[in-house]
C-alpha cells in the first residue's frame, strides 16, 4: 500500500523560506515521478514541481521557477521542496503526490497533466505580509 505523508508546512513571514518533505513508502518508486501540488481556498489545485525518481528531471510551474527547488533522497525515498523567497500568494495547502511513469523518455511538460494515483494528506503553508 502506497503511502505519501507529507511535512514542513507552517507560517512564515513574505520572503522567507520553508522545506517540505514528502516520505514515501509502499514500493520502489524508480519508474514513478513524483509531484507538488498546491490548493489555496476558493481556487483549484495548481502544479508547483514534478520530479522524475529514476533520473533527477524536474520541471516547474513558472509561477515558482526560480525560487522552488523540487529533490529527491533515494536512500530515505524522500521528495522535498525547497521554498524560498516565499510570497503571501503561495500560501496553500500543499500535496505531494505520485504517479508511474515507467521507462520511457524525460517528457517533463507531460507530468504536469497526469492523473497521479497516489496523494499525500497535505501540510499548511501560510505567508504573511
Known amino acids: 500500500q502506497v503511502q505519501l505523508v507529507e511535512s514542513g508546512g507552517g507560517l512564515v513571514q513574505a520572503g522567507g523560506s520553508l522545506r517540505l518533505s514528502c516520505a514515501a513508502s509502499g514500493r520502489t518508486f524508480g519508474s514513478y515521478v513524483m509531484g507538488w501540488f498546491r490548493q489555496a481556498p476558493g481556487k483549484e489545485r495548481e502544479f508547483v514541481a514534478v520530479?522524475?525518481?529514476?533520473?533527477?528531471?524536474?520541471y516547474y510551474a513558472d509561477s515558482v521557477k526560480g525560487r522552488f527547488t523540487i529533490s529527491r533522497d533515494n536512500a530515505k525515498n524522500t521528495v522535498y521542496l525547497q521554498m524560498n523567497s516565499l510570497k503571501p500568494e503561495d500560501t496553500a495547502v500543499y500535496y505531494c503526490?505520485?504517479?508511474?511513469?515507467?521507462?520511457?523518455?524525460?517528457?517533463?511538460?507531460?507530468?504536469?497533466?497526469?492523473?497521479?494515483?497516489?496523494w499525500g494528506q497535505g501540510t499548511q503553508v501560510t505567508v504573511s505580509s
Open positions: 520530479i522524475r525518481w529514476s533520473s533527477g528531471t524536474t
Open positions: 503526490a505520485a504517479d508511474w511513469v515507467g521507462r520511457g523518455p524525460d517528457l517533463a511538460p507531460l507530468w504536469v497533466g497526469l492523473k497521479y494515483d497516489y
